[in-house]
């Protein structure tokens, strides 16, 4: 089964030196994982931007959000030579036992008029608020559902990672609805539409002791409160999926089932895209999952960078059978491609 | 600060010897962490029975729920010599990379006149069912509210291990509402009353990489889906509790505030008891916190055993100033001890 991603040839559409720092001291070092959508007749695109200071010779820093700093941010310095600093990879790191992140993350819109050139605002659209975004915000899903555009989300903070949940009509005004599933979670989409009497969302708790990195479905009146929790996909081993997975943008309504498109990294954390098909009526029931990746990180930009060999996506829209599909490019830059519905089906080989 | 538990001199009150195994070929092998409730002017515990098959020189066997087996249940034997097999603690193993423990627990009725002795039903009255039960039922809350007892407890499987919710009236038929705490989730208890027009609970993600296992509570509008969830305690480093914490019985309504006791580890796994004080209007407000605990394990009987130098309760029932405690003693019988609620508030040295 080949890569079926058809690829823009501008990619990437966006790059860390296409967005302002949102600060004086602060460097965009990571443009990735944008939610997309459909808004006005414009496509738009809800970026993560991580930043963090210059890095010194002898120094890591890195920003963390602090409501008593006057300007919001406060910066933490440790020596690189002090024996309680340990690196875990490029992205986190500890001190004396207590892990940080390497940058400070936020959301910020970008626009287009026709889904390939875009414009990010001049100033972050969200910042992390309160106790459960010291360490900010990241990898933001859209869904259009009933008028209003709901936003999930990653908060990170010294008390753990879960998912969050914003609401907004005009993109000006947000409303918080709080954490909607606690740590450790993330990679959670709310699908387009009802399922019976009840909304219904992916997500991925990290499970430990038991269970692991798995896609979880779960069910809810109100989309404020969440249950009947269920798991759906398990990693599998020996194959490219093998180390964790997790769900991309909101699943896509077909005849054939609700079509999800998630990914997965082998032990090396090298990150592919696969689909999943869901029954219509009941999404706890798995139809198919592909095989072999239908997209894998084989573009330069997709193979280097600041975590290589990552495709990792949160964000797409959709027109008749065309997918267009915004990623994150070795955790670094913003690409697209398009897909086809028909073909995503025909790979799962379905009867 | 002193151990301020009065333990029944007739501890301990169960012991594995007393319980019937639920088929042949089974031992039950610890008896613990039982919920308690009142019930017709009797005193009711939900006990954890944790069984497995007699041991051999040359293998490790373990049961687990299996619905395609007759009885429900079937065995899974590995050599002991096998590269594969890699042991954890008494309480857990792998095998090939997949994880299991080494019993299975199902949850069964005692009952008692006076709250002292206690006779256990003959057969389980709550066994592992479906996908989320697979490595069975653990550790039982039950709180009385609104004319229902409504039990939380630990559903273990292949999936991870989480919170399911099930209610009764009678302790005869039992309703199940699924998982309402994804993975990795446990301790979880349910308020005896609304707060404001939500009800509430605690419960103790384990979250990795950022954050620990620390406590959380939850609001919900109908006590089957929850949101709003809000960290409420961390582990404390170079303390009684910096390895890991987890709420106790439903917190206990008292005019300074919702009062929790709950268990905390050091870095060598011993458990003791301490206190929590919750503002009444706004749980996720921390009034009080013991420093020292309330309660450590300093009987013989709860120094060995299964799992030594473990106190853990999840279960007590309150006649004015007095908790009656109802816990486990290192994880393998079931004890009792009285506690003083104004005894518990002036340890706790709030104005």
């Keep these: 089964m080949p890569d079926i991603a058809r690829r823009f040839d501008t990619n990437p559409i966006l790059r860390p030196a296409d967005v302002k720092p949102s600060r004086d001291g602060l460097i965009v070092e990571c443009l ?14 809800l970026l993560r931007v991580a930043e963090r200071p210059h890095q010194t010779e002898t120094t890591v820093s890195t920003p963390i959000i602090d409501p008593l700093e006057p300007s919001g941010v406060a910066i933490l310095e440790f020596k690189k030579d002090d024996p309680g600093l340990v690196y875990t990879d490029p992205r ?16 910020r819109l970008a626009w287009s008029d026709d889904g390939v050139h875009f414009q990010a605002d001049e100033k972050p659209t969200l910042m992390g608020l309160g106790d459960l975004e010291g360490f900010g915000m990241e990898d933001a899903r859209v869904t259009e559902l009933e008028g209003q555009y709901h936003i999930t989300y990653t908060q990170c903070s010294a008390s753990g990672i879960g998912v969050g949940y914003i609401t907004t009509r005009d993109w000006k005004s947000f409303e918080r609805h709080g954490m909607i599933f606690p740590p450790t979670n993330k990679d959670s989409a709310i699908f387009p539409a009802k399922v019976g009497d009840e909304y219904v969302a992916l997500h991925r708790p990290a499970a430990i002791y038991l269970g692991g990195p798995y896609i979880w479905v779960s069910f809810s009146k ?4 969440w249950g009947r929790h269920a798991c759906i996909a398990h990693t599998r081993l020996g194959m490219w999926d093998e180390q964790r997975i997790g769900a991309g943008a909101a699943p896509i309504w077909t005849p054939k089932g609700w079509l999800g498109i998630y990914h997965g ?20 029931k798995v139809i198919a999952r592909s095989h072999d990746p239908i997209m894998e990180p084989i573009a330069e930009y997709e193979k280097t960078g600041f975590f290589g060999n990552v495709v990792f996506t949160n964000g797409h829209v959709v027109d008749g059978d065309t997918i267009t599909m915004y990623y994150g490019a070795s955790d670094e830059i913003v690409c697209g491609a398009r897909l086809s519905i028909e073909e995503i089906l025909a790979s799962l080989d379905i009867r």
Excluded: I, V
């Excluded at 109100?222 to 409160?225: K, T």
């Excluded at 090396?268 to 999404?283: T, V």
């Design 32 to 45: 990735l994982n944008p939610g997309a959508f459909r808004y006005n007749g414009r496509t738009g695109l």
């Design 265 to 284: 990294a082998n032990d090396k954390s090298r990150y592919c895209l696969g689909a999943l098909l869901l029954d219509l009526a009941d999404p706890t």
């Design 92 to 107: 986190a790191f500890s001190h004396n036992g207590r892990p940080y992140l390497t940058t400070l993350s936020h959301l």
């Design 222 to 225: 109100d989309l404020r409160y």
